[in-house]
């Protein structure tokens, strides 16, 4: 029997606020343990919570950027609980009318092809402190620090039919709130966090399976793994004779495996009510379009002025826009300058990326900014250095503070384009290769790299590469 | 419009273990029985025809106050942790929670 698989995500993106949802407390990550946990986030008693204004405003920029229904009277509710880590008894979250109703995204797979994911909600709600089970004998140790910082869930329908479509969406999320400036994006310290439900049927049924859902999925790769293994895990059982069972399930990425967190399963009973602190969140038309002023200009709407005004192809468009740091680092490269802005794109995607990845740099801390990286560019457009050698003057700026320029001077890197320098070095390989060139002259024409190899060694690299090649082929025709 | 809502004792046990409270078996019986009249009091509810009528998540006409995003809070660790039983390193400190 053929499956098909069926996955809906949940994914908690941490807001990138100064401080917490309902306290003036700082959010600041890998401070001393509960040095920012303030007597509301401790849910000491006669403290209120007061909601912070930056976090309405990031869920509603996340609401436009999904084209998602922005809820005008929306609703805290009590999602009670005990947990140590959860000081009040109960968490402020979302029920019945969540600030942000029913959107979509259009996700780009890794064919290439394009599918719609629709969003069943975003709530707002504080996350819980930490548990530290390690530092001490047979006890827990209890940082409210993270407390009270602001979560934005992010509920899709299960629209996903495989690990590599969730990983799509969860990217495309992941890169859009780093776009709209509301999430860091950071996954070790957990700013980004996803939840995966996951279920099989046999093709062509209409009903759902029974689904489990997947925690602790904090890469890419665990996300995809776990999901592999889960579904692997769901066809096995049901193929033997055995159901599938809704529960909660932990991957565990050492094992490369999920299992069952049956502690949990008997508190899923949340008892959730309307928060009598808190009367409901009010949006106002002008509220939104302030919201929408400040608004950056979208991946989707970059891309395709990228390749209207740029010219350059979608798919490098979509490379380049990925990233808004990357968008922005482009367009100040090529700002007012005559060197094709492919060029520019090819650069900023291989040699600078490269870079950076190598040194495990962000865009915005690279050594080489835009306006040397297009000084650099503007040398090869010229012909003053060939693309290869551009490469070498590009890791002696990486390194130092010297403009392409000083260090094409410098170094005597400019390209060779006078055409009897190249002359004399051609008939220099000629006449020490006699063997090689009657060979070439016999029909061996595979031997042309070899001779332009050895000129361009000889020219350590500088010869002009058009014109190498002209002279090069006439020279060894003529014998 | 008459579906009284009925409690079970068990219901009871149930509602008293998610809440964390201790309940003596005696207290059982006659706090599901003023439960169910409590429920059966707000069960008239349901007799009113809200066609039309807006859902309501708050009573009275208050709307949520925003404060700027602004970090207002010092830390006063050992202030806020002066009255909790058992403190080390900075964490407070809880019986072992084994997940």
């Known amino acids: 029997m053929s499956w098909e698989t069926v996955i809906g995500l949940e994914i908690h993106a941490q807001l990138a606020t100064r401080s917490k949802i309902f306290s003036g407390a700082s959010t600041a990550f890998g401070a001393e343990p509960n040095t920012q946990a303030c007597a509301v986030d401790l849910g000491l008693p006669g403290v209120l919570p007061v909601v912070n204004a930056g976090v309405v405003s990031m869920a509603v920029r996340f609401a436009l950027a999904t084209d998602a229904f922005i809820t005008k009277r929306s609703q805290f509710a009590r999602k009670n609980y005990f947990y140590p880590d959860l000081p009040k008894g109960y968490q402020i979250s979302q029920m019945a ?46 940082d409210l620090n993270r407390a009270g910082t602001p979560l934005l869930e992010i509920v899709s329908e299960p629209d996903m039919r495989s690990a590599v479509e969730a990983v799509a969406y969860a990217r495309h999320i992941h890169a859009l709130v780093r776009y709209i400036d509301i999430c860091d994006g950071n996954m070790q310290e957990g700013s980004f966090r996803c939840d995966a439900n996951v279920s099989v049927r046999p093709s062509g049924q209409a009903e759902f399976g029974t689904r489990a859902e997947i925690k602790n999925l904090n890469s890419f790769r665990f996300l995809e793994r776990a999901i592999d293994f889960e579904v692997e895990r769901q066809i096995d059982r049901l193929e033997s004779g055995h159901s599938v069972v809704q529960e909660t399930r932990l991957y565990d990425a050492d094992k490369d495996e999920t299992r069952s967190m049956r502690s949990k399963e008997e508190a899923n009973d949340y008892r959730y009510f309307p928060d009598p602190d808190l009367p409901p969140l009010v949006i106002d038309e002008a509220f939104i379009s302030d919201v929408k002023a400040a608004m950056p200009e979208l991946p989707k709407a970059r891309s395709a002025r990228f390749v209207n005004d740029f010219k350059l192809t979608p798919a490098d468009a979509n490379t380049v826009v990925s990233d808004r740091a990357t968008a922005d680092y482009f367009e100040a490269v090529i700002k007012g300058q005559k060197f094709p802005a492919k060029l520019a794109a090819n650069w900023i995607t291989g040699e600078l990326s490269g870079r950076l990845n190598k040194d495990n740099l962000a865009i915005a801390d690279a050594s080489v900014g835009p306006e040397r990286l297009s000084l650099l560019l503007t040398r090869i457009e010229d012909g003053t250095i060939s693309g290869k050698i551009a490469k070498q003057v590009f890791e002696d700026m990486w390194s130092g503070k010297d403009s392409a320029d000083d260090i094409i001077e410098k170094k005597g890197l400019k390209q060779i384009t006078d055409t009897s320098a190249i002359e004399a070095m051609i008939d220099e390989v000629i006449a020490a290769n006699p063997s090689q060139v009657a060979e070439y002259q016999a029909g061996k024409e595979k031997l042309l790299s070899f001779f332009v190899g050895a000129v361009m060694k000889a020219s350590k690299g500088k010869a002009n590469p058009g014109q190498l090649n002209q002279i090069l082929r006439d020279k060894l025709k003529s014998g | 419009m008459n579906n009284i809502v009925a409690l079970t004792t068990d219901d009871i046990k149930q509602i008293a273990h998610l809440a964390r409270i201790g309940l003596d078996e005696a207290a059982i019986e006659p706090l599901r029985d003023d439960l169910t009249t409590v429920l059966s009091l707000v069960e008239q509810l349901n007799a009113i025809d809200t066609a039309g009528v807006e859902p309501m998540a708050h009573p009275g006409n208050a709307e949520l106050r925003l404060r700027d995003d602004v970090v207002s809070e010092e830390n006063r660790r050992d202030a806020l942790q002066a009255p909790a039983p058992d403190v080390e390193q900075g964490y407070f400190l809880v019986p072992r929670v084994i997940e």
């Open chain 1, 97 to 142: 009318l969540p600030i942000v109703g029913e959107g979509s995204v259009t996700v780009t797979l890794p064919d290439e092809s394009e599918k719609q994911i629709n969003i069943t909600r975003a709530h707002l709600e504080e996350d819980a402190g930490k548990s530290v089970h390690d530092l001490f004998d047979e006890r827990t140790g209890i």
